[in-house]
Structures are given as C-alpha cells and as structure tokens.
C-alpha cells in the first residue's frame, strides 16, 4: 500500500507517488504513447513533451535526454530540481502548485457541453495555439477525455485529462477563447470534467503555476486544494551538441 503524503506546505494528503507524477503515468501509459530507454522514460513528441526517471541524477536524466531531436524540448515535473547533464540548455524554469480536489462536484447538464474527439481535433489544436493553456501537441487529445462548448460552430472552451497516476487524473489544457472569457465556460467544464472524473471513482488533480493568481483562487472555489509544489524544468539541446 502506498503512504499518504503531508507537509507543513500540504493542504490535502496524497499518496507519495504524486512527488513524481510523471513517471507513474508513464509506466501507465499505453506503449504506443511512451519512448523508454533504460530506466527512463518520455511521451512521444506528439502527445506531450515531458520525460521522467525514478530519481533525476545527471546520469538518469541523460537517458530522457538522449531521446531528444534537435529543436525538441524536454519538460521535467519534479520535487527537486533535476540535476542535467552537460549538453542541454534550460529554457524554462517554474514553480507549480500540485493541487487535488477535495470534493465531489456534479455533472453538468447543460446541453452546450459535448464530448470531443478526433473530428476535433484541428479545432482543439487552433484554440490551444490561441489561449496557450500548457502544453498541447497534435496528439495530446488522445490522452484523455475532453469536454468542450461550441458557438455558432466555433470550438470556444475546452478542458481535458493528461496524465493519469494510479487513482488520479490530471486535468489539462482548460482554455476560453478571449472573445468569450468571462462567462464562467472555464469553471463549467472544470466542474463537469472534476465530477466525471469522480464517476470513474478517480481523483481528479491538476498542475498550475504558483504566480497564476486567479487560476489558483478559481481552483481554490472549486474544492482543489495544494498537495505539494513541484519543479518545471524544461530543457533544449544546446546548440552546439544540436547541429
């Protein structure tokens, strides 16, 4: 049985498995998602571009790197910070709040909500590219469920699962196209998307960076509550070592 995890940071306990939560869901994940060398592992680039080891030395995180391409790029979630091996550059660095819900909520039944699939994919991708809600790459709609609402055809709001680690379930790429920002589409979906999650007797969690105040309050009212923070390290290639 895993131990459940608490800090004096931690507002809700956890199992420990979530302080390396990418590397759960890559274990998890379907062959077909995943590259591995050794003991490491990543998402294949069109589904989403992080990596993971059971622990993050030079020498393990030189096994995640070696599978990158020139020009990919390379994201850690850590309780650390990893330590890199020579030949990398970091592009970004980040502090996230791990935050999981705390509640129950219901299913919506608004009739504007529908399920989205592959025919929408291209869609997905335009609003993605429009709100930039995190990572999301040709594929990443296949990770998951998502949930959208439309307008006069046009794909407004979306919000959708990632990663999933044991019992929890990463909600990702919560987006509102700007013209229709402020009518509480997000929190709709967030809220449909939570209380399906917990039909499939699943927890849902989710990642968000600590200086994006009015994310972490609407989260907040939505029953999430802070597991841990964790580390965003995102690295390139040099440019050096690229050519």
Request: with cysteine.
């Amino acid at each position: 049985m895993q131990s459940s995890h608490i800090d004096a940071a931690s507002e809700i306990a956890t199992e420990e498995y979530l302080a390396n939560p990418v590397w759960i869901a890559l274990t998890e994940a379907p062959p077909a998602f995943v590259e591995r060398r050794e003991g490491a592992a990543r998402y294949r680039p069109e589904f989403a571009p992080f990596g993971a080891t059971q622990n993050y030395t030079a020498q393990s995180v030189s096994q995640v790197a070696a599978m990158l391409q020139p020009g990919q790029r390379l994201s850690f979630f850590t309780a650390d910070k990893p330590n890199l091996p020579a030949g990398f550059d970091v592009v970004r660095e980040a502090v996230a709040n791990q935050m999981v819900a705390a509640n129950r909520l219901t299913v919506s039944s608004d009739e504007r909500i529908v399920r989205l699939g592959a025919d929408d994919a291209a869609d997905m991708l335009r609003l993605a590219g429009l709100t930039e809600p995190g990572p999301f790459n040709a594929r990443t709609n296949e990770l998951g469920h998502f949930f959208g609402i439309r307008e006069d055809g046009q794909l407004v709001a979306m919000a959708g699962e990632r990663m999933t680690a044991g019992k929890y379930i990463e909600i990702s790429a919560v987006c509102t196209h700007p013209e229709w920002r402020g009518r509480g589409l997000g929190r709709l979906l967030m809220e449909h998307l939570s209380a399906a999650i917990r039909e499939r007797e699943k927890v849902p969690f989710l990642h968000v960076f600590t200086n994006n105040v009015s994310a972490v309050r609407l989260y907040r009212e939505l029953g999430f509550r802070v597991a841990r923070t964790l580390q965003l390290t995102a690295i390139v290639k040099s440019s050096a070592d690229a050519s």
